[in-house]
């Protein structure tokens, strides 16, 4: 254990009558007088909330009052993983709950959605009352097209209010959501959608970044003609553009008298589909449920981050990423959530303080790498804009680094709370993040979330303290994957997470669980990128780079940097007589941007003579990343695996030039 000698400062702590009256002390005291929970601090909370699973999911619908139309039998119907069934017999729907709020008269008026964009003076507001009326019309006309229960509904749209009012039509009718932002391709989207075969697509005619106006009409038109099962298309006028031939009008859809009515749906019956990219074959058709989705994000967002009515709940994010998901969460508890479309760091490094500033955020979510960009941008929001409602900032997408814990303490506030978080979009959930009740230390996450049996795990299955290991989740949660679409018999969902620890999820992070409880992600433990939170497949950028006949073969991988970034270059074997010139470079750049997306495109593209495989022919990606981040090279790899260990001289070389 820490002596008290060793224990560091804190940077901050909870004034304590602040946090005695958070959400998550108030459910702690309830849960101990109706459900045997411990009284006292969070430690022991937790160790109940994962000790007895069922006691303390049962006092989360209680208590955060779920509408079950009708009621479970039970908690929890066996809790092998994966196949854990979460509240057998319910039924209920996550687009009633999360529109609940705005049913009280009193709030009708009140922000529902705040929305801001690049250009934007001011939020634009959509009330309570008009989200519910606007979700009602939707979902009617949703109805009257033949859309229910199992159908597929997919959208191409930005970080708008109309995304949020399409999801919950959806959500409302029982029909299966998924989206992709608007600057994928249409070659990483329909390696999406294709999946999945939707009958409707909502589809903007563009979008505007970094100054800039993006026309998305080839796209659609290029969905439209690829996705055959597609039954209607509606078209969002972002741009101003006339409507398409044969598309439906968003402005009608929306403003026609229907009642608002929700398709009661079993606990298990799938909400949205989100995708989550390894490393091989087409993107993961993850599939979460309405139950497991309203329970994990009314503790998330009700207990975790302490949300509640008086809140406005902002974190920068795009459609294609769970964050987007996540934020709705808001709703859930009644808070104003704000959506912003546009650049994180434009017309300024401090776009975003400015835009909490504008809609007065009170919880301000943002990833890692936007903070240390501020900080290397030598901003000042906490001196230069008025962020007096600002009481808590959560950061993810990549591990925050101890320099990043500071200048937030130093640059916006030294009485705000820092909520790192970290969890997956194959769970759209944390399984560490923010404790209001607990003290925030430098480069540290406050502690494992309720419900979440994390730990740290040695290769053999061995629980580490003070230790980096394998991040592992040993009991079921309710949004872990209903299953994977196209995946019958469930082996891709199984290889995915159960693979190395039998019955035990395997995330694919590094973690180190500290003596006093609080926890440190270190990155990727395999070599799938990862992108300020966006997963992304290596497969993809190789089969885009390799049709350029100039390039022979080709390796990516990513790497996290001490300072908080992210490196991310990309070495090819150049066919005979090739050259990577500047011309090259920018083919690449420009295929993989359209193709695929902007992330990615490499931060560099370095030659090299070969690359290493297995002995069954397989580039190996893992041991490079190992070897650029300073694993010596006897230590990475076995060379008496791989077919040419020489080539691996090129990556310990530039190891070397990088430190």
């Not at 859930?332 to 479309?341: E, F, K, R």
């Not at 070495?571 to 902007?598: C, G, H, M, N, Y």
């Amino acid at each position: 254990m820490t002596s008290a000698a060793s224990e560091p400062t804190p940077l901050w702590r909870p004034d304590p009558d602040r946090a005695g009256n958070t959400r998550l002390v108030r459910f702690q005291n309830w849960a101990a007088a109706h459900h045997g929970a411990p009284e006292g601090d969070y430690a022991a909370l937790h160790q109940w909330s994962v000790d007895h699973l069922e006691d303390f999911w049962r006092a989360v619908t209680e208590w955060f009052d779920v509408r079950f139309t009708t009621p479970p039998t039970a908690v929890l119907g066996g809790s092998a993983m994966p196949g854990a069934e979460w509240f057998p017999g319910a039924t209920l729907n996550y687009a009633e709950q999360a529109l609940r709020h705005g049913g009280d008269p009193a709030r009708a008026a009140d922000p529902a959605i705040l929305h801001l964009d690049e250009a934007s003076p001011e939020p634009t507001v959509l009330t309570w009352g008009e989200l519910r009326a606007q979700v009602a019309s939707l979902a009617g006309e949703l109805r009257r097209l033949g859309i229910g229960p199992g159908d597929r509904v997919a959208a191409y749209v930005p970080n708008i209010p109309q995304a949020a009012v399409a999801l919950l039509a959806t959500a409302a009718v029982g029909a299966v959501w998924t989206s992709c932002a608007p600057d994928f391709g249409a070659r990483s989207v329909l390696d999406r959608f294709q999946q999945i075969e939707p009958a409707v697509l909502f589809a903007v005619d563009g979008y505007r970044y970094g100054g800039r106006t993006h026309d998305r009409a080839e796209v659609v038109a290029e969905l439209r003609r690829e996705l055959p099962t597609l039954r209607h298309v509606v078209h969002i006028p972002v741009l101003g553009t006339e409507q398409p031939e044969a598309t439906l009008a968003w402005s009608e859809l929306t403003s026609s008298q229907h009642a608002l009515a929700f398709e009661p749906v079993p606990f298990d019956h799938p909400l949205w589909v989100l995708y989550s990219s390894g490393t091989t074959g087409l993107p993961k058709a993850i599939v979460q449920g309405h139950g497991g989705i309203v329970l994990e994000h009314l503790k998330g967002a009700g207990l975790h981050l302490d949300l509640g009515p008086e809140d406005r709940f902002f974190w920068y994010t795009s459609t294609g990423w769970m964050m987007w998901n996540y934020l709705l969460a808001g709703l859930l508890v009644g808070a104003s959530i704000v959506t912003y479309d546009g650049s994180p760091g434009y017309p300024a490094a401090d776009a975003q303080w400015q835009l909490a500033a504008k809609a007065e955020v009170t919880v301000f979510g943002t990833s890692a790498a936007y903070v240390m960009a501020c900080k290397k941008a030598d901003v000042h929001p906490g001196r230069d804009l008025d962020l007096h409602r600002l009481r808590a900032i959560g950061t993810t997408g990549s591990p925050l680094p101890p320099d990043g814990f500071q200048w937030i303490y130093d640059e916006i506030s030294p009485d705000v709370w820092l909520a790192s978080v970290s969890g997956g979009t194959d769970v759209c959930a944390c399984f560490v993040g923010g404790v209001p009740t607990l003290p925030v230390y430098l480069g540290e996450i406050q502690a494992p979330c309720l419900g979440v049996a994390v730990e740290s795990w040695s290769p053999d299955g061995k629980p580490l303290t003070d230790e980096v290991g394998e991040l592992v989740v040993t009991k079921p949660m309710p949004s872990m994957p209903l299953y994977f679409w196209n995946d019958p018999e469930g082996h891709r969902y199984h290889d995915s997470y159960f693979d190395m620890f039998p019955g035990v999820w395997r995330h694919g992070d590094w973690i180190t669980v500290t003596s006093r409880g609080t926890v440190v992600i270190h990155g990727r433990s395999d070599s799938t990128l990862n992108r300020q939170g966006v997963r992304m497949g290596s497969s993809d950028i190789y089969e885009v780079v390799e049709r350029l006949p100039q390039i022979r073969e080709s390796l990516v991988i990513g790497l996290e940097q001490p300072d908080g970034g992210y490196w991310m270059p990309l070495f090819v074997v150049l066919a005979e007589d090739a050259v990577l010139d500047d011309e090259l470079k920018k083919q690449i750049a420009t295929s993989l941007r359209t193709e695929l997306s902007p992330r990615h495109v490499p931060d560099e593209v370095i030659p090299v003579a070969a690359l290493p495989h297995t002995l069954t022919g397989k580039r190996i990606e893992v041991p490079v990343k190992r070897i650029l981040g300073g694993t010596p090279v006897e230590k990475a790899v076995n060379p008496g695996s791989i077919d040419n260990p020489a080539a691996l001289s090129a990556f310990e070389q530039l190891a070397r030039e990088r430190a």
